[in-house]
């Protein structure tokens, strides 16, 4: 791989902040993008902006072309069976939401959801709002201190009355790649559907829907070289056509009176008013760029950056990390355990080095309370990253510490 080439595509990795050159390591929040992707943006809004669907001009059909070809495009690279199973939304969040309202005509309070301790806040709550709904009961998959979720313990959770198991495909806070086709296997034995969150799988691992036999797959387009305000909820036909609409409006009808509606078949059931056209289409330019390293490439580099990290980290004295053994994908979460010293510090001096990193929470609380800490310092890899960007990340640690020490 030419990683030289590949960083030269950003632009943005150009600039300079507080005089140093950038290292970007905050891609777990959201990465940078390629120029392709920048150009397509300003091509669609120069040469064919126009609404979708139903127009008869020029401009509205080729908008509606691009759309709909970036949907097929979408479908094979998730292997998906069936393009009307491939939903625009505006990121995981939004998918999530979808499924969790969708199944409130599904659920009693005789049923039971199961979530898990290291999910996103954006995988627990909508999963709340619907037990608060519904009166189902909520249950959750304990993490162990390894960083790895108990399966064990999913057995015994999995009964007649699960309907739904939620979790990520990747932590966001710690990078640890979860069992999901063990999980959607013991869940479907009791008759559950299975919703898994990739938005921290899908930039780094190639994934198969049919594959792994998931229900419902949600990732977001801006975590995968998109623009931000895109995603994708993968869901099997027969479920999304039993399902009910989530919003109402233009697009996802099919008749209207004054007394009643009925709805367009998938996947506009789920896509109600003007969707985020330029984003959808230009999310495919983003799939082909990835398409065109490969997966393979990509996760091998990654793995580097990571292990590299991890064998830097382990030789400075007082740092903790986090799931140091677990299988990790994307991202490393670490401590300076130093008294008072917080993880925001070491990321502001980090920052004065010109090195983005992200520190807190992460949107999972849950999983700090688990640690008996308030956040991590938090460093996620993107393929334009090099190991000049770890040396410079694992010097700045080694001044950060001196400095609060």
Partial sequence: MNITAIKEQFPILKRKINGKELVYLDNGATVQKPKRVLDAITDYYSTINANVHRGIHTLSQEATIAMEDSRAIIKEFINAKDVSEINFTSGTTDGINLIAYALKNHLSKDDEIIITEIDHHSNIVPWQMLSQW?????????????????????????????????????????????????????????????????????????????????????????????????????????????????????????????????????????????????????????????????????????????????????????????????????????????????ASDVGMILDKMGIAVRTGHHCCQPLMNKFGITGTVRASFAVYNTQEDVEKLLNGIELAKNMLS
């Fill in 134 to 342: 519904t009166g189902a009961k909520l249950k959750y998959i304990p993490l162990l201190e390894s960083g790895n979720l108990d399966i064990q313990k999913l057995g015994e959770l999995l009964s007649p009355k699960t309907k739904i198991v939620a979790c990520n495909h990747v932590s966001n806070a710690l990078g640890t790649i979860n069992p999901v086709k063990e999980i959607i296997e013991k869940a479907h034995n009791v008759g559950a559907w299975v919703l898994v969150d990739g938005a921290q799988s899908v930039p780094h691992l190639k994934v198969d829907v049919q594959a792994l036999d998931a229900d419902f797959y949600v990732f977001s387009g801006h975590k995968m070289y998109a623009p931000t305000g895109t995603g994708i909820l993968y869901g099997k036909k027969e479920i999304l056509s039993e399902l009910s609409p989530y919003r109402g409006g233009g697009e996802m009808i099919e008749s209207v009176t004054m007394e009643c509606s009925t709805y367009a078949g998938l996947p506009f059931k789920y896509e109600a008013g003007t969707p985020n056209i330029c984003g959808n289409i230009v999310i495919s330019e983003a799939v082909k760029f990835i398409q065109e390293i490969g997966y393979d490439v990509i996760s091998k580099h990654e793995k580097e950056l990571i292990s590299a990290t991890l064998k830097g980290l382990k030789s400075i004295k007082g740092i903790r990390v986090f799931g140091e053994d677990i299988n990790r994908s994307g991202a490393v979460s670490f401590l300076l355990d130093l008294p008072g010293v917080h």
